[in-house]
C-alpha cells in the first residue's frame, strides 16, 4: 500500500514557464512533507519543505502549497530553467517516528 | 566537506554469493538509513539505525542484514542475492533530533547487478 504517490512520472515544460508537480498521500498522520530533487548518478538532495500547520512555503523559485483536506501537495518552480531537470521526489514523515517515505519521483525536463 | 559516501558507485555480484555495501558519513548525524530503489519506484526503506539502536521494516526480508559498528560506519549484507535484489541502494543520515522534516543527506548509491 503506498502511502505517497507521484502520478506523473514525466512533465515536460518550456524554458521560462511554471513546472508544477504533484503528490498525494494517504496517511493523515503525516505532518511533514519534503521534496527532493536528484541528478543521474547523484543521491537526492533536499530541496523544500513544508510543515502541516502551514499551507504555503516559498524558497526562492520553488513553492510548495500543502492542502491537507485533499491530502495533496504541490511543488512549484517559477521560472523554469534547464538545471530543474531532474527527478523530483515528494516524501512524508510522521513526527517522531525518524523516517521518511517516498513518492515514485517524477522526471522533470525543461526544454529550452 | 562533509558529506555522506557510499562504496562501490557500481557493485556486479554472482547469484546466491553474499555482498556488503558500506555507507560512511562524517556529518556526525545519529541516524543513518538503508533505501532500495528500483527502477521507476519510490525508495524504500530496509532500515535504520538510530545510533546503535537498529529498527527493522516490517516487510524487509531475513535476507537483508545491517550492521553500524560505529557513528561513522554502516554496512549492508544481502547474505543471499537474487535477481529480485537488483536495485539501486541508497544510504542517508539524518541528525535524529525534532522533526525529520530537516531532512536526510543522502549518498550517491551503490547500483547492485546480479548475474
Known amino acids: 500500500d503506498q502511502q505517497v504517490k507521484q502520478n506523473s512520472p514525466s512533465l515536460s515544460v518550456q524554458e521560462g514557464r511554471i513546472s508544477i508537480l504533484n503528490c498525494d498521500y494517504t496517511?493523515?498522520?503525516?505532518?511533514?512533507f519534503l521534496w527532493y530533487k536528484k541528478y543521474p548518478a547523484e543521491g537526492p538532495t533536499f530541496l523544500i519543505s513544508?510543515?502541516?500547520?502551514?499551507d504555503k512555503n516559498e524558497d526562492g523559485r520553488f513553492t510548495v502549497f500543502l492542502n491537507k483536506s485533499a491530502k495533496h501537495l504541490s511543488l512549484h518552480i517559477v521560472p523554469s530553467q534547464p538545471g530543474d531537470s531532474a527527478v523530483y521526489f515528494c516524501?512524508?514523515?510522521?513526527?517522531?517516528?525518524?523516517?521518511?517515505?517516498f513518492g515514485q519521483g517524477t522526471r522533470l525536463t525543461i526544454n529550452p | 566537506d562533509a558529506m555522506v559516501i557510499q562504496n562501490p558507485r557500481y557493485q556486479v555480484t554472482q547469484f546466491g554469493k553474499p555482498v556488503t555495501l558500506s555507507c560512511s558519513q562524517t556529518?556526525?548525524?545519529?541516524?543513518m538509513y538503508w533505501y532500495q530503489q528500483k527502477s521507476s519506484q519510490a525508495p524504500k526503506l530496509l532500515f535504520h539505525?538510530?545510533?546503535?539502536?537498529?529498527?527493522n521494516e516490517a516487510d524487509t526480508p531475513d535476507n537483508f542484514q545491517s550492521r553500524r559498528p560505529n557513528t561513522s560506519f554502516c554496512f549492508l549484507d544481502i547474505r543471499s542475492p537474487g535477481l529480485g535484489d537488483a536495485a539501486m541502494y541508497l544510504c542517508?543520515?539524518?541528525?535524529?533530533?525534532?522533526?525529520?522534516?530537516?531532512?536526510?543527506?543522502f549518498g550517491s548509491g551503490t547500483r547492485l547487478t546480479v548475474v
Open positions: 496517511n493523515s498522520m503525516f505532518d511533514y
Open positions: 513544508i510543515s502541516s500547520i502551514k
Open positions: 516524501a512524508a514523515s510522521v513526527e517522531g517516528a525518524q523516517k521518511l517515505v
Open positions: 539505525y538510530y545510533d546503535k539502536d537498529f529498527n
Open positions: 556529518l556526525n548525524h545519529n541516524v
Open positions: 542517508a543520515t539524518s541528525r535524529g533530533q525534532g522533526a525529520v522534516g530537516y531532512g536526510y543527506t
